[in-house]
Each structure stands twice: as C-alpha cells, then as structure tokens.
C-alpha cells in the first residue's frame, strides 16, 4: 500500500521536519527526513529495528527548502509558538506539494531524536543544546 500524501524513496515514505526555536522572529534551523523502514514510522520503526534513517540536511531543492522554511515559521506564528517547535511536513510526490503536518510544541530531546539532530547539523552540539 502507498500512502497518499507522502513522497516515496527506495520503497519507503519519507517526510520532512524543520526545527524552530524563538518567539516572534523564530530561528530556522537544518532540515532533517526520516526514511522509515516501515510502510509507517511507527514505534518498531523508531526505536527497535535500527533500520530507519534520518538523514540530515534533508533532500529538498532549494525551492522546497525555501518553502519548508516560511511553511514552519508561518506554522509556529499560527499556533502561536514560543520558545522552540519541530514543525513536520508531507511533500506529495505527485504534485512537490508541501503539507504540514503537525506543529510538536514539544519535541523529543534523545539523541536519536531529530532535534538535536537538526540543531548539531547547524552547528550546535547536543550538550550546548541542553
């Protein structure tokens, strides 16, 4: 089964995260994708098969990258937010169409997690971070 709304690569779906962090002029930080092992990232996708890849930059044209930034930063003003977001996209692979898809006020903080991640990938280290 293919899902819908999510671009496909090497037979698994992938989706785009953005990390934000600020309050009325948010900072956006490295863009990160998940290509899961499963049909869907689900928790033995996540945490127990080690078979899913976060890869970090994401794939994106620059184009893309150009709207999963606004995207995420309108996202995180719409909500609202402060402080920090990890804002999470679909790009259709019909049509290039971004869609968010949820706005995490409160994302994981493990080292397997995308945030830190993203935010090592744009130079600070994990243990800054915290």
Known sequence: ??????????????????????????????RGEVRASHEFY???????DNASKTVIPASLSESETADVRRMAIEAF???EGSGMARVDFFLSRDTGKLFVNEVNTIP???????????????????????
């Open 1 to 30: 089964m293919e899902l819908d709304v999510a671009r496909e690569r090497a037979g698994v779906a992938a989706g785009v995260e953005c990390g934000c962090v600020g309050n009325d002029a948010p900072f956006i930080f490295e």
């Open 42 to 48: 689900d928790y033995e996708a996540k945490y127990l």
């Open 77 to 79: 003003k719409a909500v």
């Open 108 to 130: 994981g903080f493990p080292t397997i997690s995308m945030y830190p991640q993203m935010w090592e990938a744009s130079g600070l280290p994990y243990a800054a971070l915290l």
